[in-house]
């Protein structure tokens, strides 16, 4: 019997690992007004303190229309929206997934942010 299949190329890991780098991944940024922050405490119902990358925290709430969709916890990275009539205060629109959070964390977009979990 011949153990010969033909050309055929070893794949490293190494290589495969490259090619995933290259490739562009497309997360949610925030546009306008929106910023990036973390999730620090949950006040109870829909109300939590985040810590924004403009270096404020605020009491944040989930609005209504998204109070199924997202369920937070301490830590999550999200997307909220500042108040016009209070800066120190804002709504909670978009949470990132665990695989968006590591490609931000590579662009360094939360890095004004200490992160203290």
Request: include cysteine; aromatic fraction near 6%; glycine fraction near 8%.
């Amino acid at each position: 019997m011949n153990d010969d299949f033909g050309d055929f190329e070893e794949i490293k890991d190494q290589e495969i690992e490259e090619e995933e780098q290259k490739t562009p991944s497309r997360i949610r940024m925030p546009q306008g007004k929106e910023l990036i922050g973390i999730v620090r405490d949950r006040l109870g119902g829909n109300r939590m303190h985040v810590q924004t990358t403009d270096g404020k925290t605020r009491n944040c709430r989930v609005p209504g229309r998204y109070k199924r969709r997202l369920w937070l916890r301490p830590g999550d990275i999200v997307i909220i929206i500042p108040w016009i009539d209070d800066d120190a205060k804002g709504d909670i629109i978009y949470k990132y997934p665990p695989v968006a959070v590591t490609q931000i964390k590579k662009t360094g977009l939360i890095s004004s942010i200490r992160d203290e979990f």
